[in-house]
């Protein structure tokens, strides 16, 4: 094994982790704001997708009018989740598990719509990334185009999420809501605003993660189901579900995992290695390894 | 004695009514339609064919109610989909079992779902009809006298890739890609067993997960082995990763897949890292044939694009279908699958006769993609 194979692999694992951890910030967004997991997270990244599709592929638009357009539609998505499903589960007194099932139920239902409008098949996402063929060489080591791309945006978004939370009001106002929802209310903060702005972004990062994946998972429904959505949900608890920083390291480490045990033990058991580690750490660490908050674990 | 021949006139009607309905069970009656049911793969690993599937199959049974059915009575194709899931399909035969009762079953079509549901068929003994290729259901090993399959198996399949790789790429240190399902394995079983018969080994075999979308640990051990020829046995999708990263890490020595490697499915979503990979196909829509030519053409009309294998068998299948009926001339699926062993038909696939393996056909094609088609370098028939 040579320097090239070990540098080849990192870059693939944390290309691939760092859209995991995107996923698992639209978990760790809503669990922040009202306590909730939104198990059909994955979805808006399905949807996103194949919006994206449609306006790009089917419909001729350019490409920026198409990303702007599907994120727009993807951000009222979560909005309508927050009114017409959050919203009316609460007022009927239902709490966490309602909540869940009915998550549960929106994936499913998602999957079967965009099986009935676009069918089984995988649809290859349009080359606005580049050239499936298109890599770029560094020394030995030769990086798809699309991989720049994925690491450019999750770094931008990374930094443009650190300075709205970090830096401005709305940001800090949603941090406070997150922390506590009764005394920021009695700040007088528009909690209101703040919950509908939390449902907004999580859908909408998990929808940008959607496009960033589309050329290496297709246009397909793997992108709204399976494992990608249990290792976005493992990437936010590996942040223990409250540091989305953490979520976004929890992502990176689950695709280095992945792409080293393949390397070094068999792809067979890349899944099994990967939960497996899960666990333990959940054990040593159940707030989450990458959790800087939590203290004396 | 009027009595006496009162009640024995009552009992000659009655045995009449009764002996009457027993043999008019099974009899083809035009009023009534031919119910077929076709298990395909629409979601989940494999959903990339189920279209076809049923693009060739509803062409068919369209066709033949057109021109007046099975002796007048029309097929009704009922479709669900199986998820290329052994459970599921084992829901969705009983239910063309036992609520639709079916005179036949087309699919499942993956091979890990005819596994789990063939010996239903066998049972309820309704014949079924599968486009799924694995070697592990050959008659020889099953003994399942109603299941019965469309195109070339993998054995028949891979050996003609092996064949290929050692007496015209002169290769000697293949390396292969292996999907998980016994589509994939048992294909490498078949593989290793062909190339056993040349004095030639795997120097590397690397498997991956359908859904796995980054191989690079995988391509980087077969770079490293020094293999002279990469034998891809994956899924399409898998396929289309596989050739994506391959072309990345630059391993540049032949890619020779089997028969998920040569459909449009794998080139939409390789792109042009598809370009040059050799495979073996069960159909070549530019096969020059004129049977092959008239189904693509109808497929196109009907459906708005090119059909890929493995529509023709289904197509093939459900006018295998229709001749074993007329031949039995009854819809009882006993005599249909009595039938079945011994008609002889040929379609798109060219002359097909069930044989000791209840398999109809061998036909598969050498082809080499060039960006735009498959171009055929060799036809088995």
Avoid at chain 1, 168 to 188: D, H, V
Avoid at chain 1, 279 to 284: A, E, G, R
Avoid at chain 2, 218 to 243: C, F, R, W, Y
Wanted: with cysteine; hydrophobic share 50%.
């Amino acid at each position: 094994m040579v320097l090239n194979d070990f540098l080849q692999n990192i870059i693939g694992g944390v290309t691939v982790g760092s859209t995991y951890g995107l996923i698992g910030l639209g978990v760790v967004f809503l669990w922040q704001s009202i306590n909730r997991i939104n198990f059909a997270n994955i979805s808006s990244a399905m949807l996103t997708a194949y919006l994206f599709y449609s306006f790009y592929t089917q419909l001729h638009f350019n490409f920026f009018f198409s990303f702007i357009t599907s994120i727009a539609i993807i951000a009222i998505y979560g909005l309508l989740l927050r009114y017409l499903v959050f919203e009316p589960i609460s007022r009927h007194g239902g709490d966490k598990l309602e909540f869940v099932v009915a998550t549960l139920m929106l994936c499913t239902l998602w999957l079967s719509v965009i099986k009935v409008l676009y069918g089984g098949l995988p649809k290859p996402f349009p080359p606005v990334f580049g050239e499936s063929t298109k890599f770029v060489q560094i020394g030995p080591i030769s990086i798809p185009s699309v991989y720049f791309w994925i690491f450019f945006v999750v770094v931008l978004l990374i930094f443009a999420l650190f300075l709205f939370l970090r830096k401005s009001i709305i940001g800090k106002m949603l941090r406070a809501t997150a922390q506590n929802r009764e005394a920021s209310l009695l700040m007088g903060i528009n909690v209101n605003m703040t919950t509908s702005l939390a449902f907004m972004l999580s859908t909408t990062i998990v929808g940008i993660a959607g496009i960033l994946l589309a050329p290496i998972y297709f246009v397909s429904l793997e992108l709204g189901g399976g494992s990608i959505g249990v290792k976005g949900f493992a990437s936010a608890v590996m942040g223990g579900l409250i540091d989305p920083f953490g979520a976004i390291l929890g992502g990176i480490a689950i695709g280095l995992v992945e792409n080293f045990s393949t390397l070094f033990i068999s792809s067979a058991y890349k899944d099994i290695i990967s939960f497996i580690i899960l666990v333990v750490v959940l054990i040593w660490k159940p707030r989450g390894i990458f959790n800087w908050t939590a203290k004396g674990d | 004695m009027i009595r006496f021949f009162r009640n024995a006139f009552i009992v000659l009607v009655l045995l009449a009514l009764i002996g009457g309905s027993i043999w008019a069970q099974g009899k083809i009656d035009p009023s009534k339609p031919i119910k077929i049911v076709l298990s395909a793969p629409f979601t989940g690993t494999g959903s990339i064919l189920g279209d076809y599937i049923k693009g060739g199959a509803q062409l068919a049974v369209d066709e033949i109610n057109s021109s007046g059915g099975v002796e007048g009575a029309k097929f009704q194709l009922i479709v669900y989909d199986d998820q290329a899931n052994a459970s599921t399909a084992a829901t969705v035969v009983r239910r063309a079992l036992y609520e639709d009762k079916a005179v036949a079953i087309f699919g499942p079509n993956m091979s890990a779902a005819v596994i789990g549901v063939h010996t239903l068929a066998q049972q309820a003994k309704i014949p079924m009809l599968v486009g799924a290729t694995s070697v592990s259901f050959r008659y020889d090993k099953v003994k399942n006298d109603y299941l019965f399959r469309l195109r070339a198996d993998d054995g028949v399949k891979v050996a003609q890739q092996v064949k290929y790789i050692a007496e015209v790429l002169k290769a000697k240190k293949p390396g292969a890609i292996v999907g998980s399902t016994d589509y994939c394995t048992s294909a490498l079983d078949v593989a290793k067993q062909a190339f056993e018969k040349y004095g030639i080994k795997f120097i590397d075999i690397e498997m991956m997960k359908e859904g796995d979308k980054d191989v690079t640990a995988q391509i980087t051990k077969l770079k490293n082995s020094g293999i002279d020829v990469l034998v891809g046995l994956t899924h399409e999708p898998e396929a289309a990763v596989v050739m994506k990263q391959v072309r990345q890490m630059k391993l540049t020595v032949p890619a020779v897949g089997f028969s998920a490697w040569g459909v449009p499915a794998f080139t939409d979503l390789a792109g042009d890292a598809a370009i040059g990979v050799i495979s073996v196909q069960g159909f070549n829509p530019t096969d020059p044939d004129p049977a092959v030519k008239k189904f693509v053409d109808a497929y196109k009309a009907k459906w708005g694009n090119e059909p890929s294998d493995p529509a023709q068998c289904y197509y093939d299948g459900i006018y295998l279908l229709k001749k074993a009926i007329e031949m039995a001339g009854s819809t009882d699926s006993v005599k249909i699958a009595e039938a079945l062993k011994k008609v002889e038909y040929t379609g798109v696939q060219g002359p097909m006769k069930c044989d000791d393996l209840h398999n109809y056909t061998n036909v598969c094609y050498i082809s080499q993609f060039d960006g735009k088609d498959w171009k055929i370098i060799s036809k088995l028939q």
